[in-house]
């Protein structure tokens, strides 16, 4: 992997987020393929940009109007040259960001003619009591790393 396309890959996150920020759903759906797949932690799927752009339109004036996206990139693995999957932690704020993120989302992305769009999004909120549960009650399910 080459330091260029770990910064161009996550880049394209910090774009997303700067769309959030401005309430543009026209250029947060740019960054998508016209095939992509958007599933948010209420298990809503979107298929396609044009159907995650419009989504976004209507929550940037509703439910998200004035939010921010925050997001700390945990992992960078690289499928190939042209596909990348990223894991990061995120969450939407108003004012400060949060100090503790509390969703998990998978990005993978695809170097299309060059640019990096994203192909597929997942989003899960976090519960870290369920984790510790379970991880009380069943040790070997705690991730190793």
Not at 49 to 70: M, N
Not at 80 to 87: E, F, I, L
């Amino acid at each position: 992997m080459l330091t260029t396309d770990r910064t161009a890959v996550t880049a394209v996150l910090d774009s997303l987020a700067d769309a959030w920020g401005r309430g543009d759903a026209d250029a947060y759906g740019a960054h998508f393929t016209e095939d992509a797949t958007y599933v948010t932690f209420v298990g809503t799927r979107y298929t396609g940009r044009d159907d995650i752009a419009g989504s976004h339109r209507v929550l940037f004036e509703k439910f998200l109007k004035g939010t921010k996206l925050a997001h700390e990139v945990l992992d960078v693995r690289f499928l190939g040259a042209d596909v990348a999957v990223v894991s990061t932690s995120g969450d939407t704020h108003k004012g400060a960001q949060p100090g503790k993120l509390s969703k998990v989302q998978t990005y993978t992305l695809v170097r299309d003619n060059g640019r990096w769009l994203v192909a597929a999004f997942h989003n899960t909120q976090r519960k870290p009591l369920m984790e510790r549960i379970s991880f009380a009650f069943a040790p070997d399910t705690k991730p190793k790393r």
